[in-house]
């Protein structure tokens, strides 16, 4: 099965190098850089508000409360997705512009790079389920 993964990613990345694409119109240098710009905007506030979070969180008074942990889980996920996102464009990148996509240079990396790009969003979103069931419980049992 792996052979045919392989042999079928070779193939697609022989039929794309093999395309003519115009990568360099004024249309998509322009659009490459718009998406670039705002890309690294959301990146750094995300990074700045994700470590002023944790900081704030990691204070000892704080860090006492169940809520102040899973909100650290929460600005630790956070930041992996943020960082998770290049990884990906990355990834895509390399395979339309150099013909070479990493994760299929072996099993493990193929199933790694898969495993990362889908981990992180469920945790961001397994981390608020969590806030919110022990919100409910702090709210409906008070004093238990």
Request: glycine share 2%; hydrophobic share 45%.
């Amino acid at each position: 099965m792996d052979t045919n993964n392989t042999q079928y990613a070779h193939n697609y990345i022989n039929s794309i190098s093999e395309l003519e694409y115009d990568y360099f119109s004024e249309e998509i240098t322009l659009t490459t850089k718009l998406f670039f710009f705002s890309y690294v905007i959301v990146i750094l506030a995300g990074l700045t508000g994700n470590i002023l979070s944790f900081c704030v969180l990691m204070r000892q008074e704080i860090r006492k409360t169940s809520t102040a942990v899973y909100l650290i889980a929460l600005s630790i996920a956070d930041t992996f997705f943020l960082l998770g996102g290049p990884m990906t464009d990355h990834v895509l990148a390399s395979e339309l512009f150099l013909a070479w996509y990493w994760p299929n240079l072996s099993t493990f990396s193929c199933k790694f790079c898969m495993f990362l790009y889908f981990l992180n969003p469920q945790m961001s979103a397994w981390c608020l389920v969590s806030v919110t069931i022990e919100r409910i419980i702090v709210i409906y049992f008070p004093h238990r």
